[in-house]
């Protein structure tokens, strides 16, 4: 697994995106509290000296409230994207323009009673395994081509 080895394009973020697969291959998403209906694959920034992989599991933790999970795959590359105009204003103090993420496919190894998004730090109001030819159109617009090449990058191990 690989840390931040390319160098990141000025105005992005480091992140990391988890493409948490249950044993039947559905893919785990929940509902932002702060975004109505907009639901998403768990993600995150990296920090400072931190490994990608490690960023991931750290993330999957924080926001679910679990990390019982195997890494299957890392993506190739970075996958960029743009936050709309209004949200790269607001959030982060406007330091960025979007946010360059490493994507992790992984196997999730424990129970549905395990996952808890009442973390901390609560980021979800609801969740849900769902198919991944139901995923894009879950997505806010603006990140949905990533979800699309995400999709496609791990189809190997989800049998599309």
Do not use: C
Not at 9 to 14: I, K
Not at 55 to 61: I, N, T, Y
Not at 102 to 116: E, H, Q
């Amino acid at each position: 697994m690989s840390g931040i080895a390319m160098p990141i394009p000025a105005g992005y973020r480091p992140n990391v995106g988890l493409m948490l697969l249950d044993r039947s291959n559905r893919v785990f998403v929940a509902r932002r509290i702060d975004v109505p209906d907009a639901w998403q694959m768990p993600q995150g920034g990296i920090d400072p000296g931190e490994d990608a992989a490690d960023a991931a599991l750290r993330e999957m933790k924080e926001e679910i409230g679990t990390d019982d999970a195997e890494i299957l795959a890392e993506s190739e590359g970075w996958h960029l994207y743009d936050l709309p105009p209004e949200l790269a204003a607001r959030i982060w103090g406007g330091r960025f323009r979007g946010q360059a993420q490493k994507w992790f496919a992984l196997r999730f190894l424990g129970t549905d009673a395990a996952i808890d998004i009442a973390t901390e730090h609560p980021e979800f109001d609801a969740w849900k395994w769902v198919d991944a030819a139901d995923l894009p159109a879950l997505i806010v617009p603006f990140k949905r081509p990533i979800y699309v090449a995400v999709l496609q990058e791990f189809a190997p191990l989800f049998g599309r």
